[in-house]
């Protein structure tokens, strides 16, 4: 797999039935390693690993409704009370990240309600802070630590 611009994570990795598979921590299962999965498992580590977020505290690939249409969203992270910190979306890394992509997850996030969202291709990470009262998002350098 690809070299992504993430800190080098050890992770369990088998194959079955030709093909390969990742453990995923969240899920407790190994499930099929394509390009999105390897960021998604990259950016779960880089979750917990860098910004101590706790595992208790994530959900991966859940659905949920937007205006009456299943979606599935990569990553949410809650906070302690319940209320969401965080929404991730994930692409592959030859997916290049425009701004339907940024659409994309302010759709997720008019359902969710999260105080953070980021969005990855494993290459490039962008974080914003949500601004409710002004209805826009704002770009932040780098994604908080959990506290």
């Keep these: 797999m690809q070299k992504l611009n993430f800190s080098p994570y050890n992770f369990r990795l088998k194959s079955s039935k030709n093909k390969r598979l990742i453990f995923d921590d969240i899920r407790k299962k190994f499930v ?7 960021v998604r498992q990259h ?5 917990i690993q860098a910004k101590k977020y706790p595992k208790s505290l994530i959900n991966v690939e859940k659905e949920l409704l937007v205006n009456g249409l299943k979606k599935r969203y990569d990553i949410v992270v809650y906070n302690s009370d319940g209320s969401i910190r965080l929404v991730v979306e994930c692409k592959a890394p030859h997916i290049s990240i425009h ?21 990855t291709n494993g290459l490039n990470h962008y974080y914003c802070i ?3 009262e002004h209805e826009r998002y704002q770009f932040l350098k780098e994604l908080p630590e959990y506290k």
């Design 32 to 38: 099929v390693l394509q390009p999105e999965e390897w």
């Design 43 to 47: 950016c779960l580590q880089f979750l």
């Design 99 to 119: 701004q339907d992509t940024f659409d994309q997850i302010a759709r997720y996030n008019l359902a969710l309600k999260a105080n953070y969202l980021m969005i």
């Design 130 to 132: 949500m601004d409710y």
